[in-house]
Each structure stands twice: as C-alpha cells, then as structure tokens.
C-alpha cells in the first residue's frame, strides 16, 4: 500500500497548538500515526564590548554574559508575534512587531523570499540596555540565528553559514556598526573593517587567562548622543595616537607582554568627547588600575567601563565601585570570562513518551 505523509494543525487546548501526522494510503483512507510537538529553539547570545579603548568601531570583545531567546512556532498572525520579556532589565523592550529580534528573524525569511512564520518568543534579558554591553546586539544577532535555524530545519539548503549572517546582522543594527554583531556572532576578539561595501571580520586570540572585570553605572548613555560629541575630523597626532596602540594592544594580546595593556587602552578619538556624558569616568578607571588591572576603558559607547586583568578580580571590582560611590554614582558589577563561542543553538526539545504523554528533555549546546 502506498502513503502518502503530511501533517494537520490541530488545537488541542490551553493555547497550544500540535500538527497530526497523516498518511494517506493509495485507496484514499487516512492512517493518522503521531502526534508532533511545535517546533521549538533556544538561542543564547552573548554581551560585547567594543572599543576597547583605541579600537574605535573596529574592535570587540565578546563576554559570558548572555541573553536568551526562546522561540516556538505557534501563534495565528505571522505579522504579530506573541512576545513574553522576562527579567526586570528587559521591562522597556517592545513587544509588538518593532521588537528588534523580530525585525532581524523576519529579515531572514524576506531575504529568502519565504512566509515568515506565526511565532511565539519568550526573551530572557540578563544584558542591561542601553549600558555599552551590546545588548542590541545580541537581539539582531539572535534573530539572525533563530530565523537560519528554522530555514535548516524546512531545508538544509536554505540556510546559511554562520559567518554569512553578519552582513545582515550589521544592515539590521541601529548605526550599522560592525564592532558589536560581529563578536556576539563569532564570539571572542574580533576586529573588523568594510572594504568595497563588504564587511569583514577576523577572530584574534584572546589569553584565557584575563577576564572582564564590569563596572555598570546605573545610567545609560545614548550611543547617539554620544556621537554627536565626536568630531567631524581629528588631527594626525590623534590618530596616530590610536592607531600605535591598537598594533600594541593586539601584540600584547598575542604575546603575554599584559603590563602594556594599560598604556595600550589609552584613547584619544572617543572617550575624551563622551566624557561630557560621564565625568567621573577617569577616576573610575585610575582606581581599576591602581588595584592591578592591565588596563581599562569605557565599554563600547558606555555606560560600562571595562577592566582587563588576570588576577586581582575581585579587588579591582570593589575599587571601581568604591571610587564610583564616592563620586556618588551608583552602578553593579560583574567578573566575566570572554566568551570564544558566540551565539549558539540550543537543540530544539526532544520528544519521548511516557505514560500518552510528552516530555521535555533538556537540549544541548550545538
């Protein structure tokens, strides 16, 4: 007996949605033969520093911090999303069809010139806004990597290699800033340039043995605003300035010669004129030197500031905070590791069967 297979879309109540899978035979009799659960990922999408003191929109940093997507095919209107923002950093972000991983997941499907399909989004936000860790970042990014693993999943051939979601990832970015997309993609140090309309980027090493030592004041600062204090030109002097000390930051890097950092992190393109927004950030950044850090800068467009160090973490962590209370700024703290990965998938849940019913099991790293 011939089958022929395909599925129904069934409601079975509480909102949730399965499809059946039929076969039909030769003689026109339908054979149903299994439940199947909505399709369903996980996305985790780490923060980014950019800059990194003279590196101006050329060099960032991806940090073990993530923001996490969940996404499941599910809902009736394709053109609006259901949204679910969990996490008291994620309360302002939009819900509606503007959200920023949406806009990014759709993006994908009119690339390819496919129905984008009704989801249900769940966005587990640990990345504050608005604070120079990329959190933007991480919702294009993950948009990208959640629309590309749907399209693996109808067709392999649909889908694209992970370094091709980077142009798209910068078109989708507010600024079209490369230095953010690219290490919340690629993950570890990565710098980049655009050369003939064409992005590219190129993973550095980064010793395992420094970490991020994250001073958050508990203000934003407007990356847009704060381009606008940036010259429209700036001397040679300045610019060879930078550009000296991007070649040392990133032989030191490679060499273990860590007691250049500081001297290497020193900037006089951006953070002097962003500065207005913050005042009391040299002092912050002395008094993370001072405790042993090897160097330290603001964190791409702010509010964060940056420390480099391989030992002394937790000191440097409290002199940033103390300099900064006494300065009366407010802020928290974080000891992060770089993160070498990236975004990554989550495998979708698998399905057993226990007793008539479905169970999660937990997915894995892929």
Request: glycine share 10%; aromatic share 6%; charged share 20%.
């Amino acid at each position: 007996m011939e089958l022929i297979h395909f599925r129904l879309p069934i409601d079975v109540g509480r909102g949730k949605h399965y499809s059946l899978k039929m076969s039909l035979s030769a003689e026109r009799q339908v054979i149903p033969v299994v439940l199947v659960p909505p399709t369903s990922l996980t996305i985790l999408t780490p923060a980014t520093s950019a800059n990194l003191g003279p590196g101006y929109d050329s060099l960032g940093l991806a940090l073990q911090l993530y923001n996490r997507f969940d996404v499941e095919i599910g809902g009736h209107d394709p053109a609006l999303p259901l949204i679910e923002v969990q996490g008291e950093l994620g309360a302002d972000l939009s819900t509606g069809p503007d959200n920023l991983f949406f806009r990014a997941f759709r993006l994908l499907f009119e690339q390819r010139e496919l129905p984008v399909p009704a989801v249900k989004i769940r966005m587990t936000i640990a990345i504050p806004p608005g604070c120079g860790l990329g959190s933007s970042a991480t919702a294009v990014v993950g948009g990208l990597m959640a629309a590309n693993e749907l399209l693996r999943i109808q067709n392999p051939a649909l889908a694209y290699p992970k370094e091709d979601l980077l142009a798209p990832a910068v078109a989708a970015e507010a600024g079209n800033h490369p230095d953010n997309v690219a290490p919340a993609l690629l993950g570890g140090l990565v710098a980049t340039m655009v050369v003939d309309g064409k992005i590219e980027a190129i993973k550095a090493r980064f010793p395992e043995v420094l970490k991020a030592v994250i001073f958050t004041p508990s203000f934003p600062m407007d990356t847009v605003a704060g381009r606008k204090l940036l010259p429209a030109e700036y001397s040679k002097a300045d610019v060879t300035f930078n550009t000296g000390r991007v070649a040392l930051l990133l032989t030191a890097l490679q060499t273990g010669r860590y007691e250049v950092i500081g001297e290497a992190m020193r900037d006089r393109l951006h953070q002097p004129y962003r500065q207005a927004l913050f005042p009391d950030m040299p002092a912050i950044i002395e008094a993370a030197l001072a405790a042993g850090a090897h160097g330290a800068s603001l964190s791409g467009g702010g509010s964060s500031l940056i420390a480099l160090a391989s030992t002394n973490f937790h000191p440097i962590l409290q002199a940033m905070r103390e300099t900064a209370r006494s300065l009366g700024v407010d802020g928290r703290g974080m000891i992060l590791n770089i993160d070498q990965q990236g975004a990554r998938i989550v495998s979708p849940h698998k399905r057993s069967r226990k007793q008539g019913s479905y169970r999660r099991a937990p997915g894995t790293l892929v």
